[in-house]
């Protein structure tokens, strides 16, 4: 892995992107994004998580974010994947009206059989590349990119009219996700 896809200060902020194994879309379903939403929640109040924008597409999840508390970054972003992923498995498969139930497990349980490092279903692949925001302009262009992405699949004319996003924060409104700190 190249040095610059590590984690190397504790207090800075930083963009991730993770995405479901085999780009898979999972998020097409609001329970399932919901569970992102309150695993950040968690974490922002008990983990020192601070959050500067966010972004649920339908197979993968853009954070820009710091840690402010005892937690490392990594430790941070390990947790809401273990975390997420855990929950996520047991909502598909508790969940009346999934379809692709199925499906969905087997190629959860094929990367796992692919992974050394889990056992029974891996959710969310294993590459992050977190990428240090060293200024405000890099953090602003993160953001952009991050609240575009909705606007770029073509969901939405206006990036703070996709509720799954932290761009209405920026746009002056409230989005779901309270406490997004908003960088001006």
């Known amino acids: ?13 930083y963009f991730v992107s993770f995405s479901v194994v ?18 950040l929640r968690f974490l922002c109040l008990n983990k020192g998580l601070e ?3 966010w972004c649920i597409m339908t197979n993968h999840v853009h954070l820009v974010y710091r840690s402010i508390g005892l937690h490392r ?43 050394s490092n889990v056992s029974r279903f891996q959710f969310w692949r294993h ?7 060293w200024s405000p302009a890099v953090i ?7 609240h575009n992405n909705p606007v770029e699949a073509g969901w939405v004319l206006q990036p703070e009219h996709y509720l799954y996003s932290s761009a209405i924060d920026y746009a002056g409104g409230q989005g779901l996700l309270e406490g997004v700190i908003v960088i001006r």
């Not at 892995?1 to 800075?12: A, H, I, L």
């Not at 992923?85 to 190629?107: D, G, T």
């Not at 590459?127 to 925001?133: A, R, S, V």
């Open 51 to 53: 959050i500067f924008g």
């Open 140 to 146: 602003d262009e993160k953001l952009e990119y991050v």
């Open 1 to 13: 892995m190249s040095r610059n896809y590590k984690f190397q200060n504790e207090r800075g902020v």
């Open 73 to 115: 970054p990594e430790i941070i972003l390990a947790t809401l994947k273990r975390f997420s992923s855990r929950k996520l498995i047991e909502a598909i498969q508790s969940n009346p009206v999934e379809s692709r139930r199925e499906w969905l497990l087997s190629r959860f349980q094929a990367a796992a059989h692919q992974s």
């Open 127 to 133: 590459d992050n590349h977190p990428i240090e925001l």
């Open 22 to 39: 085999q780009w898979i879309d999972v998020f097409t379903r609001v329970e399932y994004r919901d569970i992102v939403l309150d695993i």
